[in-house]
């Protein structure tokens, strides 16, 4: 398989492996097997599409090892285009109006990094909402130190906050929103530029 590739290397049909497809054309016992394992072959040669045939049908050009009989491989450029994240080459490429330079499964897998930053913002904007919908409620309905006894064990007693973060930084006024501010950027960019590292990787 890799003097198959490495000829046409040579022969500068293919830049690199990854450029191109291969099928194998084998006997009735080796193609079973082959078909088999059919979705890991582009893997295990390092290229980006492969296939498979009956050696009957093999044509004549096609790369023969002379140890091995009844086998013959057939290595051409592959089709589609070079998909920018991966380096495979996939007719699938481009197929993504929202994602024009990778492929199918490199799609996919960007998809899944994306989803789950949406759904935590959701959530926050769902908590952010309750709480603050809570919080009014309370101040319109309910007076200072007034008591409401909801179940046997359960009550609420209305109390003020009267400073930010419960009063550990009483005092600081908009000198603590500002270092908040600042800390909470510094989280926020250390994680987009961290998870930009592992979405290309
Ligand atoms: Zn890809």
Redesign the pocket.
């Known amino acids: 398989m890799n003097k198959a590739i490495e000829i046409k290397r040579a022969e500068k049909t293919i830049g690199n492996s990854l450029e191109a497809k291969v099928t194998i054309f084998a006997d009735k016992e080796r193609l079973s097997l082959l078909q088999s394992y059919k979705d890991l072959l582009p893997a295990l040669f390092i290229v980006s599409q492969s296939g498979t045939g009956d050696y009957t049908d093999a044509p004549e050009d096609a790369y023969r090892d002379e140890e091995v009989d009844g086998l013959a491989v057939v290595v051409e450029h592959a089709g589609g285009k070079k998909?920018l994240?991966?380096w495979?080459w996939?007719t699938t490429v481009g197929e993504f109006a929202d994602a024009q330079e990778?492929?199918q499964?490199?799609y996919h897998v960007l998809s899944r990094i994306k989803k789950p930053a949406i759904t935590y913002f959701i959530i926050s904007l769902i908590v952010l909402i309750l709480d603050q919908a809570t919080k009014l409620i309370i101040v319109r309905y309910i007076h200072p130190y007034e008591s409401i006894q909801i179940l046997p064990f359960f009550r609420i007693v209305s109390v003020r906050n009267p400073g930010a973060a419960f009063g550990m930084f009483q005092g600081l006024g908009p000198l603590f929103f500002i270092i908040i501010s600042f800390i909470a950027i510094g989280i926020i960019s250390f994680m987009i530029i961290k998870g930009k590292g592992r979405g290309s990787g």
């Open positions: 998909c994240r991966c495979n996939s990778v492929c499964r490199c």
